[in-house]
């Protein structure tokens, strides 16, 4: 959201914005562009006759006294995902969707376009090296867009990628996530149905064709489209990829992004970009920002740090992580911060996610649990859930912030999954 206020301002648009907190980096760079609102929270004075579109985040209610005043207005409220489509429904749209992988296959795509000097508008999930922001919307012919499942607006509840109409689109994989708006894994599954039945006809549809549920989704689906299986690319060594009998060098790790990568030559394919200039381009492509990112390599040991936090990312994070570096040990911490991984109906879905790993270790914040108005939660249970005998459960982020910096883990790999931030947890180890 204020990756679309400060792209809207810079071309020129008249900003405002309002929301009960702000966390940074967002605060510091919406001052810095000077539409950072003055003071937190909603007010009715801020919503006037003269506004031309409010855009509408899913953090505001139904009785959010500002929404109220617009719609006694009449004014027009679009949720996001429907203002990037608006913005873009004169242009060719590549949707990467899926239930992980998104942000970085993505992030692949940009990451060739740019070298090649391809015009294109973008909005992605994370903050990427070389890229001032997040959301892009100009006159450019082409757009990419990271693709979320999750609901649109407390007025618009479709997910989000039910507004883009891709005319080509990567789906990852499907894996249940979101368990407050999408009870069942039929009703979440149903989504990626539809979303299907919304590509432009004689679009294409490229699809990780060893995920069975998507591919029994795709197998199903009648849409006209040109249909694209991938599967993961071969690894030659730690710093190259084989393809068609050639070596290719590459900065990224993971067999799960060997997949992403695949995903993202087929979308440059599509596109008119042959495998020669694709790999070219990709070479020194190293990740988004909390997607692997590596945040330290010392004490011979590496640390990282990744986004991963749905049980089907938080299995193929460890498992990827572990193969990459063979035999060397591996430590995997995992912060429970969504409502479905703090939701005692969800948490056993994490059964088998951390095997890969040597030791691990599950953390919660109380506060966190609090803000969300749930119960706590017993220590006993989520061993059980994640199905790891030696589990150790923590919610001190001091205590644990200790235990990585300290020398119990010297001979060990360390990987942090979180879509939060450790109670604020410093990453300096």
Known sequence: MHNIALDMHVQGNEVTGSDDEIYEPSLSRLKLAGIAPKQFGWFESNITSDIDIIVLGMHAREDN?????????????????????????????????????????????????????????????????????MVKLTDAPLIIIEGDEYLS?????????????????????????HINVFPTFENY?????????????????????DD?????????????????????????????????????PVSIIGNHNLQNLNAARLVCLTLGINTRRFFKAIADFSGASKRLQKLNNSKGRLVFLDFAHAPSKVKAT?????????????LAILELH????????????????????????????????????????DPAF???????????????????????????????????MTSGNFNKMSLDF
Do not use: C
């Open 65 to 133: 006294p500002e929404l109220v005043k617009a719609r006694e207005l009449g004014l027009q409220i679009m949720s996001y995902p429907a203002f990037v489509y608006e913005r873009s429904k004169d242009k060719q749209r590549i949707v990467i969707a899926g239930s992980h992988g998104k942000t970085t296959t993505t992030a692949m795509v940009l990451h060739v376009l740019k070298k090649l000097d391809v015009s294109f508008d973008y909005l992605v999930g994370a903050q990427l090296k070389g890229f001032d922001r």
């Open 153 to 177: 607006s407390p007025l618009d509840r479709v997910p989000k990628i039910h507004h883009y109409k891709p005319h080509i689109t990567v789906t990852t994989g499907i894996a249940w996530d």
């Open 189 to 209: 599954k149903d989504q990626f149905s539809l979303y299907f039945d919304m590509i432009e006809e004689d679009g294409t549809l490229i699809y990780y064709k």
């Open 382 to 416: 989520i061993k059980e859930s994640f199905g790891y005998p030696d589990l150790e459960i923590m919610t001190d982020s001091v205590a644990l912030h200790e235990l990585i910096k300290g020398d119990a883990y010297n001979d060990y790999n360390i990987l942090l």
């Open 212 to 248: 069975e549920v998507l591919k029994d989704l795709v197998d199903k689906s009648n849409r006209r489209v040109v249909k694209l299986p991938y599967g993961g690319l071969e690894k030659n060594d730690e710093m190259s990829i084989v393809f068609e009998d050639e070596i290719y």
């Open 318 to 330: 460890t498992t990827s992580l572990k193969d990459w570096f063979g035999n060397k040990k591996l």
């Open 338 to 377: 969504t409502f479905s991984s703090l939701n005692k109906e969800f948490l056993p879905q994490y059964i088998d996610t951390l095997t890969a790993a040597d030791r691990a270790i599950v953390f919660y914040n109380k506060h966190t649990l609090e803000m969300k108005q749930m119960p706590d939660l």
